[in-house]
């Protein structure tokens, strides 16, 4: 299980007027990913082996719509590399089993083949 992680840190409009500067890379988005730990969570996944899950960050309406829009991105890339692929929404149950093991707020995933 690996955690990607947007905007690894803090926004500020300060740091991100700097940005048009010469030179100045401040206020520029940063990620990372990171090991989380070994999990099988492949009976969540409908017998896929290979999945992105993505989770919510905060308690909103609104990071739900940023899953969905985020899935259909996954889609088109997908489908303009050929990759096989598949989707699924967790249920309330299923997200809660996904918490205990670790991957906390699961809406979405998606199945690749």
Same mark, same amino acid.
């Given at each position: 299980? /690996?955690?990607?992680?947007?905007?690894?840190?803090?926004?500020?409009?300060?740091?991100?007027?700097?940005?048009?500067?010469?030179?100045?890379?401040?206020?520029?988005?940063?990620?990372?990913?990171? /090991?989380?730990?070994?999990?099988?969570?492949?009976?969540?996944?409908?017998? /896929?082996s290979t999945a992105i899950?993505?989770?919510?960050?905060?308690?909103?309406?609104?990071?739900?719509?940023?899953?969905?829009?985020?899935l259909e991105n996954m889609?088109?890339?997908?489908?303009?590399?050929?990759?096989?692929?598949?989707?699924?929404? /967790?249920?309330?149950?299923?997200?809660?089993?996904?918490a205990n093991a670790g991957?906390?707020?699961?809406?979405?995933?998606?199945?690749?083949?």
């Open positions: 299980l /690996f955690q990607y992680l947007n905007w690894t840190e803090n926004f500020s409009f300060l740091n991100r007027g700097l940005l048009y500067f010469p030179k100045w890379t401040r206020g520029n988005p940063t990620h990372d990913m990171f /090991f989380v730990k070994n999990l099988n969570i492949t009976s969540h996944l409908d017998g /896929f899950i993505l989770c919510r960050t905060e308690e909103t309406n609104r990071s739900l719509w940023e899953v969905g829009y985020m889609y088109l890339q997908a489908k303009s590399l050929g990759i096989s692929y598949s989707s699924k929404i /967790f249920k309330d149950y299923e997200t809660n089993q996904l991957v906390n707020e699961a809406v979405a995933a998606l199945l690749l083949t």
